[in-house]
């Protein structure tokens, strides 16, 4: 038994003198793989906090760098957009002028329209282009006053609108003119309706007119008269092409737009206020005393 427990010993012993070498090993190698893997770790480590802090640095430059060249201090242009609202800027409207001109006539009631491209002919205009001077007034009777004339000047040619009123004329007179005169007229029966120098009737928007035309080699005249308001209105529109013109003219157009002019008339009508009879009243006397 004795024995038993001294081998026993021993070899616990032989053991563990025969395990030292292989502990002492062991550790070095634990010890030797332990500084390995904190080297590792501390390199990953700052691996990813120079990347982290790289990445920062990257971020705050992108957002808060100024551009080269600018002051200290000024806000970059995305940011600038982001604080100042764009201020938008409203189209003022585009006023157009109308086509036409309105004329109208407060003694004698008479108003029209004409094209804004026509020119209302004043005596210093005239002094100027004698070619609007107008044509002469085709009342059976000399006189006449003439309110207002529009023209067109051409290079060859001029279109003419007159207005003129005679006030001591009566209606069957007003009915008549110069030219052709009445003798003229009575000569040529039966009358010939397609014959423009042969006073006609015509009705233009409901207003009855009497029309005659006249002719020569440069102007070609066509005359309108209507009776209102006690007078005689003539409307006259012409065509006067210049001396020695060998241009052609285009009279069909160029009458169209004055007869245009012609159908825009308007001549107010007077209105006489009723009259109202009344008993003059007497003024109370009072009793002597």
């Known amino acids: 038994m004795k024995q038993m427990k001294s081998l026993n010993s021993k070899t616990r012993v ?13 550790i070095a190698a634990t010890a030797a793989f332990s500084a390995a893997l904190a080297v590792v770790f ?26 080269a060249g600018s002051s200290q201090g000024t806000l970059s242009p995305a940011l600038r957009d982001i604080s100042a609202p764009a201020v938008i800027t409203k189209k003022k409207p585009v006023l157009e ?67 003129s009123v005679y006030k001591g004329l009566s209606e069957q007179q007003c009915g008549q003119f110069a030219v052709p005169d009445a003798s003229d007229v009575a000569g040529n029966s039966p009358v010939d309706t397609s014959d423009g120098s042969i006073p006609v009737k015509v009705s233009l928007r409901g207003v009855e007119y009497t029309k005659v035309e ?6 070609d005249l066509r005359y309108y008269h209507h ?36 159908a825009t008339v308007k001549i107010k009508t007077d209105t006489v206020a009723p009259v109202t009879a009344s008993v003059p009243r007497t003024p109370a006397i009072d009793n002597p005393k």
């Open 214 to 219: 006249n002719g020569t080699e440069q102007n």
């Open 42 to 67: 501390a390199i990953a480590l700052d691996g990813c906090s120079g990347s982290k802090h790289q990445k920062t640095e990257m971020a705050s430059s992108s957002h808060f760098s100024e551009p």
């Open 97 to 163: 002028r109308p086509s036409t001109v309105g004329y109208s006539d407060s003694i004698y009631g008479v108003s029209f329209r004409y094209p804004r491209s026509y020119t209302l002919v004043t005596p210093e205009k005239i002094k100027l282009n004698r070619s609007l001077e107008g044509v002469p007034m085709n009342f059976v009777q000399p006189g006449g006053v003439n309110i207002a004339t529009i023209g067109l000047p051409g290079g060859h040619w001029t279109s003419l609108f007159q207005v």
């Open 227 to 262: 009776f209102e308001n006690g007078a005689c209105y003539e409307f006259v529109t012409a065509v006067e092409e210049a001396p020695g013109n060998t241009t052609p003219v285009d009279h069909f157009v160029l009458f169209d737009k004055l007869e245009r002019i012609m």
């Open 14 to 26: 032989g053991i563990v003198q025969a395990m030292r070498p292989i502990w002492r090993t062991g």
